[in-house]
């Protein structure tokens, strides 16, 4: 919303990336990702002209500021109002956005930011969880930006069942030498077989649970509740988000 009103009085996507502090491409991406998701264009981009091109805001993007900014203004004095209520009142408001929250994917991990290793294109996030529990995911640089990451932020790490190996704990993984592959040693909680796969819950800790999928004819079998086994799934295919 701020690169939005950003480009409405800046004029050019590029002028409005600096005044808000992204990089150009995150601006254009998210631009991008604006118009997508509206359904409608928000920016409309100009080519040519006197100034060279620019951009500028729609009807329908100028309606969305304004409404945005009204909505701060109430959401402001809903904080303010909260806040009377003392740490639990936020804290409260947290644990209702997150049951909120519904997704396909069937892990779903709320944490702190631990560390960002920046790379030109990728960088990788160590998000930490509960009791020294920690995953590592991969993002664009672009990504990164676009939600404002930063150590000791909050998080949400989201992880399909599909994308979890489930083997033995003693087992060697076949894609163990890559450097983003996450491992997790827990105890199976749950087992369900429908003859071409088993769909395996591991407990990670008291409160750090995570379900993936494992070959039921495997020969190194060994995986039946209350037996130790391991989660491997890859940094690529976990999944941040942001609740503010």
């Known amino acids: 919303m701020a690169l939005l009103a950003a480009i409405g009085t800046e004029g050019s996507i590029s002028a409005a990336a600096r005044k808000v502090g992204l990089s150009y491409k995150a601006a254009w991406d998210a631009v991008d990702m604006m118009n997508s998701l509206a359904g409608d264009l928000l920016v409309e981009r100009v080519t040519g002209g006197k100034r060279g091109g620019g951009a500028h805001l729609?009807?329908?993007a100028r309606e969305l500021v304004a409404w945005y900014q009204a909505a701060q203004a109430e959401h402001q004095r809903f904080m303010e109002a909260l806040a009377r209520f003392g740490p639990d009142g936020t804290?409260?408001?947290?644990?209702?956005h997150s049951m909120a929250l519904q997704t396909s994917a069937r892990n779903c991990y709320?944490?702190?930011?631990?560390?960002?290793?920046?790379g030109r294109i990728n960088d990788r996030i160590r998000l930490n969880l509960d009791e020294g529990i920690s995953l590592t995911a991969t993002l664009t640089h672009a990504?990164?930006?676009?939600?404002?990451?930063?150590?000791g932020r909050r998080a949400l790490a989201f992880l399909k069942a599909q994308a979890v190996r489930i083997?033995?704990?003693d087992a060697a993984d076949p894609d163990s030498a890559s450097d983003g592959l996450n491992r997790w040693v827990g105890r199976i909680n749950h087992r369900?077989?429908?003859g071409a796969l088993a769909e395996i819950s591991l407990d990670i800790g008291p409160r750090v649970r995570i379900t993936g999928l494992a070959d039921p004819d495997a020969s190194d079998g060994g995986l039946i509740p209350g037996e130790l086994a391991a989660a491997c799934f890859q940094a690529a295919d976990v999944l941040i988000g942001t609740m503010d």
């Open 91 to 96: 804290r409260h408001l947290d644990l209702l």
């Open 58 to 60: 729609t009807g329908r």
């Open 143 to 151: 990504s990164t930006e676009r939600l404002d990451l930063a150590e």
């Open 192 to 194: 369900a077989d429908d």
């Open 110 to 118: 709320e944490g702190v930011i631990g560390a960002i290793e920046s």
């Open 167 to 169: 083997l033995p704990r």
